[in-house]
């Protein structure tokens, strides 16, 4: 409710904009395809090494952005030219595949390559004796003590054995599990490729304010640091491949497979195997510092209200030689952030300021959750409750598969929280524009709605429009390059997004808050 009051300029108001503004027009034309292009081309550059957060690339994007800001002479959110008030510092910890090995018969194997590993961190190395239980069913191990042993069975599918190796747990206390699949072999490989992408998207975390362990100087490299993180399993649980499975039955899975088969479901199949397992696995986590890039242009009257207008600057950095250069995700949002804050800065500078502020707000760890806009909504330069509306840009000047050309956009969120956004949209396109908005995308539910910065700022209340092009084959790939940018679609985009910038940001219309306290 707190941000109710900054929905007035939105909601029960007409669209003040019935005839053409001959100077958004002006500011409008100043935006240029030849500067949108030199952003992205720089932005997705090999020395860019594709902007991975907390890595060296994107440092060096943050500089860039900086550096564009400092030169069209928009100041820091504190209102101050010192370089380090441009930039959000915030850390968070990159949770790595767990590092370690099993040992059988003197032969080591390693995690993520012999053997898919997911639960506790042991404590030191552990060495059990091994046991085969079949497919895991009650009957292949009751009235046997599996307590201290490492518990070996089949899977048909891999993935779904994890509840097997819970039932086991839960009825013997056994906490360790091998599990391979001896009918469809190729599943293991496809696995470990699965987990590699995820791992390298998705785990990142903040740390933990409440942990008293995650403010203690050496807790990173405490193993037990690794258990604060997430809520993950007692046991230990090996998705292991068809190599390590032979090693210890001294036959293949698809044979021992065949022999289960064979004999039928009332046979018991428990067997001790004369082999120790060795096992140790450690934590895999380091803390990642990285940092948002922000300016301001301060309103001339209205200063207790804020436009924040945002794009995402990171990507996904390097998988081996292969440079992922993101740019249409996202350098083309971020050179269409920069060139509007190029020409409402010029605007300023020649007396034609906005009335309201207007942050302009670079994220990083977008790709890694949202985790640089998260941080952002919950340690804001500008107070939420001045903050009345978000538009975010991410992924334009490309097409997709549902459009024949490039002269579209998605717009979501127009049509959630302040409904009138949709109206000032449509009006400000049939005056200016004439693109094809796209609305497909336009309702609280949607994956791309909640999948972008715009989601940190709904959660908050506060309303948001989402500009974005669509999905097209190049989507999270090294061949998303800055040469496949339709940069004329990019320039009519970030004009039409200038008219609904300069429209939110000068409009007249206010409510008291005795109105909206009555509606």
Same mark, same amino acid.
């Given at each position: 409710?707190?941000?109710?009051l900054f929905?007035?300029?939105?909601?029960?108001?007409?669209?003040s904009?019935?005839?053409?503004?001959?100077l958004?027009?002006?500011?409008?034309d100043l935006i240029?395809s030849k500067?949108l292009?030199?952003?992205?081309?720089?932005? $997705?550059?090999n020395?860019m090494?594709?902007?991975? *957060?907390?890595?060296?690339g994107?440092?060096?994007?943050a500089?860039?952005?900086?550096?564009e800001?400092?030169?069209?002479?928009?100041?820091?959110p504190?209102?101050?030219f010192d370089?380090l008030?441009?930039?959000?510092?915030?850390s968070m910890?990159a949770?790595?595949e767990p590092?370690g090995?099993?040992q059988? @018969?003197?032969?080591?194997?390693r995690?993520?390559?012999?053997?898919?590993?997911e639960g506790?961190?042991?404590?030191?190395n552990d060495?059990l004796p091994?046991?085969?239980?079949?497919?895991?069913r009650q009957?292949d191990?009751e009235?046997?003590n599996l307590?201290?042993k490492?518990i070996?069975?089949?899977a048909?599918n891999?993935? $779904?054995?994890?509840?097997?190796a819970?039932?086991?747990?839960?009825? *013997?206390?056994?906490k360790?599990?091998l599990?391979?699949?001896?009918?469809?072999l190729?599943?293991?490989?496809?696995m470990?490729q699965?987990q590699?992408?995820i791992y390298?998207?998705?785990k990142?975390y903040f740390p933990?304010?409440?942990?008293?362990e995650s403010r203690?100087?050496?807790s990173l490299?405490n193993p037990?640091?690794?258990e604060?993180l997430?809520?993950?399993?007692? *046991?230990?649980?090996f998705?292991i491949?068809?190599?390590?499975?032979?090693q +210890?039955?001294?036959?293949?899975a698809k044979?021992i497979?065949s022999k289960l088969?064979?004999s039928?479901a009332k046979?018991q199949?428990f067997?001790?195997?004369?082999?120790?397992?060795?096992l140790h696995?450690? $934590?895999?986590?380091?803390k990642v510092n990285?940092e948002?890039v922000l300016a301001?242009i301060?309103?001339k009257?209205?200063t207790?209200?804020?436009?924040?207008v945002s794009a995402?600057?990171?990507?996904l950095g390097k998988?081996?030689?292969?440079?992922?250069?993101g740019?249409?995700d996202?350098a083309?949002g971020?050179a269409a952030?920069l060139?509007?804050a190029?020409v409402f800065q010029?605007?300023?500078k020649?007396g034609n300021?906005?009335?309201r502020?207007?942050?302009?707000l670079a994220f990083?760890?977008?790709?890694?959750?949202?985790?640089g806009s998260k941080?952002?909504?919950?340690?804001p330069?500008?107070?939420?409750q001045?903050?009345?509306?978000?538009?975010n840009?991410?992924?334009?000047?490309?097409? @997709? @598969?549902h459009?024949k050309?490039?002269?579209?956009?998605?717009?979501a969120?127009t049509?959630?929280?302040a409904?009138k956004?949709?109206? +000032?949209?449509?009006?400000?396109n049939q005056?200016y524009s004439?693109l094809?908005l796209?609305y497909?995308?336009?309702?609280?539910n949607?994956?791309?709605?909640?999948?972008?910065?715009q989601?940190?700022f709904?959660?908050k209340g506060i309303?948001?429009i989402?500009?974005?092009n669509?999905?097209n084959?190049?989507?999270h790939s090294p061949?998303?390059?800055?040469?496949?940018?339709?940069?004329?679609?990019?320039?009519?985009v970030?004009r039409f997004i200038?008219?609904?910038?300069?429209?939110?940001?000068?409009? *007249?219309?206010?409510?008291?808050k005795t109105?909206i306290?009555?509606k």
């Amino acid at each position: 409710m707190r941000n109710i009051l900054f929905l007035l300029l939105f909601v029960n108001l007409p669209f003040s904009g019935s005839t053409q503004d001959s100077l958004a027009i002006h500011y409008a034309d100043l935006i240029r395809s030849k500067i949108l292009k030199t952003h992205i081309k720089n932005l $997705a550059s090999n020395s860019m090494q594709g902007r991975h *957060t907390g890595d060296p690339g994107q440092k060096k994007a943050a500089v860039y952005l900086y550096q564009e800001f400092k030169k069209h002479q928009l100041c820091a959110p504190s209102q101050s030219f010192d370089s380090l008030h441009y930039f959000q510092p915030f850390s968070m910890l990159a949770q790595r595949e767990p590092e370690g090995s099993i040992q059988v @018969d003197s032969k080591t194997f390693r995690n993520m390559d012999d053997f898919l590993y997911e639960g506790r961190i042991s404590d030191g190395n552990d060495s059990l004796p091994i046991v085969f239980v079949g497919w895991g069913r009650q009957l292949d191990f009751e009235n046997e003590n599996l307590k201290d042993k490492a518990i070996l069975f089949l899977a048909d599918n891999q993935r $779904a054995a994890i509840a097997t190796a819970d039932n086991i747990h839960k009825k *013997t206390g056994a906490k360790v599990f091998l599990y391979a699949n001896g009918k469809t072999l190729n599943q293991y490989s496809k696995m470990i490729q699965w987990q590699k992408r995820i791992y390298d998207l998705n785990k990142y975390y903040f740390p933990k304010k409440n942990d008293k362990e995650s403010r203690k100087k050496d807790s990173l490299n405490n193993p037990k640091f690794f258990e604060l993180l997430k809520n993950i399993p007692q *046991t230990m649980n090996f998705a292991i491949s068809p190599e390590i499975f032979q090693q +210890i039955m001294g036959e293949s899975a698809k044979k021992i497979r065949s022999k289960l088969v064979k004999s039928g479901a009332k046979e018991q199949s428990f067997q001790p195997i004369d082999k120790q397992l060795s096992l140790h696995i450690r $934590a895999n986590v380091k803390k990642v510092n990285s940092e948002n890039v922000l300016a301001l242009i301060p309103g001339k009257e209205l200063t207790e209200e804020t436009i924040v207008v945002s794009a995402h600057y990171d990507h996904l950095g390097k998988k081996g030689k292969s440079i992922f250069y993101g740019a249409n995700d996202n350098a083309s949002g971020t050179a269409a952030l920069l060139e509007l804050a190029r020409v409402f800065q010029q605007a300023t500078k020649e007396g034609n300021g906005p009335r309201r502020n207007i942050l302009f707000l670079a994220f990083s760890g977008e790709e890694k959750g949202m985790l640089g806009s998260k941080y952002y909504v919950n340690h804001p330069t500008v107070p939420l409750q001045q903050t009345i509306v978000n538009l975010n840009i991410d992924m334009i000047g490309r097409k @997709d @598969d549902h459009h024949k050309n490039s002269d579209y956009i998605y717009l979501a969120g127009t049509n959630h929280l302040a409904p009138k956004l949709k109206t +000032i949209s449509d009006s400000l396109n049939q005056l200016y524009s004439n693109l094809e908005l796209d609305y497909e995308y336009d309702y609280p539910n949607n994956m791309f709605y909640q999948a972008s910065d715009q989601a940190s700022f709904v959660k908050k209340g506060i309303p948001a429009i989402f500009y974005f092009n669509g999905l097209n084959d190049d989507y999270h790939s090294p061949s998303d390059t800055w040469d496949k940018i339709d940069f004329q679609s990019t320039t009519k985009v970030t004009r039409f997004i200038f008219h609904s910038l300069w429209e939110l940001a000068n409009r *007249t219309e206010r409510i008291s808050k005795t109105e909206i306290a009555a509606k």
